[in-house]
């Protein structure tokens, strides 16, 4: 399963540009193991206090452990959405095998319908 997480922090422009002048220096280094340490020094340092806003996953299987999972997100009051091009029957079999759709579970279902891009500034 392919997972994206996604979040956000704040940076001011004098952080980020040290860390941006660090990254390069880095990324110069010659021996391999010495640059992907350090480049994985400043990942983590970029990646902690990061705010989450959720995540994403794509599989034509279904997993070991994803009923529990999304469970256990859905107990956190994280919301989950599945968006599928699956006919409407395979989708809901899928979502009631992940425990994703329950008897309180509202389904929209959208045949048709036409998508605005939207600019967010």
Not at 43 to 54: D, P, Q, R, S, V
Request: a negative charge.
């Amino acid at each position: 399963m392919r997972i994206l997480c996604f979040g956000y922090k704040k940076l001011n422009e004098d952080y980020y540009n040290d860390w941006k002048a660090r990254c390069d220096i880095v990324h110069s280094l010659k021996q391999y193991k010495e640059r992907n340490e350090q480049l994985h020094k400043l990942y983590n340092e970029m990646e902690n206090h990061i705010m989450f806003l959720g995540a994403t996953a794509i599989s034509d299987s279904l997993q070991e452990s994803v009923p529990e999972v999304i469970n256990d997100l859905r107990k956190a009051r994280i919301k989950v959405w599945m968006l599928t091009g699956d006919k409407k029957e395979t989708a809901e079999n899928i979502g009631k095998s992940t425990k994703l759709l329950d008897e309180d579970t509202v389904l929209l279902n959208l045949d048709t319908f036409e998508i605005n891009l939207i600019k967010f500034f």
